[in-house]
Nanobody
Framework: VQLQASGGGMVQAGGSLRLSCAASGRGFSIGAMAWYRQAPEKQRELVATISSRGTTSYVDSVKGRFTISRDNSKNTVYLQMNNLKPEDTAVYYC?????????????WGQGTLVTVSS
């Protein structure tokens, strides 16, 4: 299973970005998906999760601004980020749990940089 993230970039405070992450491969079933982020010199932080049935959760700092969604037909998860703040600047990583038939494992995308200027 491979995860390919895209959609990062540079935006001014108050702007919006939409991240996408597509899972590819053969013979797998995707379960929960999530977005994490890691700012310089900080630990990786869980930003948002979405279950296979669409139940979502968010870290308090992004509630009301970020929306996680998924398209199961495309094995893709999205993160719509509105009203971005400089403190949202980080590398964003997608994560997915996948059942390959022999094991359930966690997979990571390569990361996409989001830079928010003040």
């Amino acid at each position: 299973v491979q995860l390919q993230a895209s959609g990062g970039g540079m935006v001014q405070a108050g702007g919006s970005l939409r991240l996408s992450c597509a899972a590819s491969g053969r013979g797998f079933s995707i379960g929960a998906m999530a977005w994490y982020r890691q700012a310089p010199e900080k630990q990786r932080e869980l930003v948002a999760t979405i279950s296979s049935r669409g139940t979502t959760s968010y870290v308090d700092s992004v509630k009301g601004r970020f929306t996680i969604s998924r398209d199961n037909s495309k094995n893709t998860v999205y993160l719509q980020m509105n009203n971005l703040k400089p403190e949202d600047t980080a590398v964003y990583y997608c994560n997915a749990g996948a059942d390959t038939g022999t094991a359930y494992r966690q997979y990571w995308g390569q990361g996409t940089l989001v830079t928010v200027s003040s």
